[in-house]
């Protein structure tokens, strides 16, 4: 492998991680905001280490004495394909002859995030978990085609049907780690399954203006009508999309639960409604995560 394809810094470190081989595990929490991953790290008892760099910043510590890295990778499809690569890239390939080992160990990269809710009946405030997610990014044009043809020829049927036109669909599963986590916790934490959107930017692929005209405003009413298996479209985000396609091209296992701190069909904002702050339910939200990750094998 040329140097040039997979950059590293002079200490030996992934090009913009800057993280070195043996300090990320294989469980790994991503929380995108880089300010949340301050907010877990009172969570752990030690942490092991850390390190930065433009708008990411990771750290590895032991929480209840498993090892565990957690990585604010910033916003979006392109963020969350650098942070998959190199952190595949530390525990796959020899980095100081640029060849893959014989033997590829498996990642787990669980998502905590926030998202706008579609559904009516799920309250703000809610915790989504992403069984699916639909995707309109560009990263599957150049990475091998594994997209769920199902779900893919679904949604884009019911969105040329709906809307009268075309958009570069995609769909994918969460992986059997993540979804049998969620089946187990989801009556004890009133966690909702469902579909995702992850959205390639936040206002107008979102369905939003501001002192534009959006091609597709009435974006998230179509979605909230699309079901698939018995799940509706619950929530709309910006990576859990491209990170479970990453994920399955690699080889490792993926998924995603988010905050529903916003209400698409209401325009209700969670600091609008009382209760528990938004901080608070994220703290909850990240316990949670870290307990799913401490049972990786």
């Known amino acids: 492998m040329k140097p040039s394809e997979l950059p590293l810094r002079p200490d030996g470190a992934v090009y913009h991680l800057a993280l070195r081989p043996g300090e990320a595990s294989h469980r790994c929490l991503l929380v995108g905001d880089p300010a949340r991953a301050a907010l877990c790290e009172p969570l752990f008892s030690s942490i092991l280490h850390r390190g930065g760099n433009r708008e990411f910043v990771w750290f590895t510590g032991l929480y209840k004495r498993v090892l565990i890295t957690v990585v604010g990778t910033g916003i979006g499809a392109d963020n969350t394909e650098i942070a998959l690569i190199e952190l595949d890239a530390v525990h796959n390939i020899d980095l100081s002859r640029g ?9 787990y990269f669980l998502r905590v995030g926030t998202s706008g809710l579609l559904q009516d009946e799920t ?3 809610a915790v989504v978990f992403s069984e699916w997610a639909l995707g309109t990014d560009s990263l599957p044009f150049f990475y091998p085609a594994i997209a769920h043809k199902s779900l893919t020829d679904a949604i884009q049927k019911h969105w040329q049907n709906t809307s009268g036109s075309t958009l570069p669909w995609y769909g994918v599963r969460a992986t059997e780690f993540f979804r049998q986590k969620a089946a187990q916790t ?6 909702v399954l469902g579909i995702t959107y992850s959205a390639p930017g936040f206002f107008a692929p979102q369905g939003r203006q501001t002192r534009y005209v959006a091609q597709h405003p009435d974006l998230p009413k179509v979605l909230s009508t699309f079901q698939f298996e018995g799940y509706k479209v619950q929530n709309i985000e910006m990576e859990a999309a491209p ?13 995603a639960l988010c905050l529903g701190i916003a209400h698409r069909q209401r325009g209700e904002f969670i600091y609008q409604n009382g209760g528990a702050s938004p901080e608070e339910a ?3 939200l990240l316990r949670l995560g870290l307990e799913w990750l401490r049972e990786v094998p």
């Open 243 to 255: 990170l479970y396609y990453l994920a399955q091209v690699l080889g490792h296992e993926a998924g």
């Open 282 to 284: 994220m703290r909850k």
């Open 99 to 107: 060849i893959p080992f014989p033997t590829q160990k498996k990642l």
């Open 186 to 191: 989801e009556r004890a934490h009133s966690v």
């Open 123 to 125: 309250p703000l405030g």
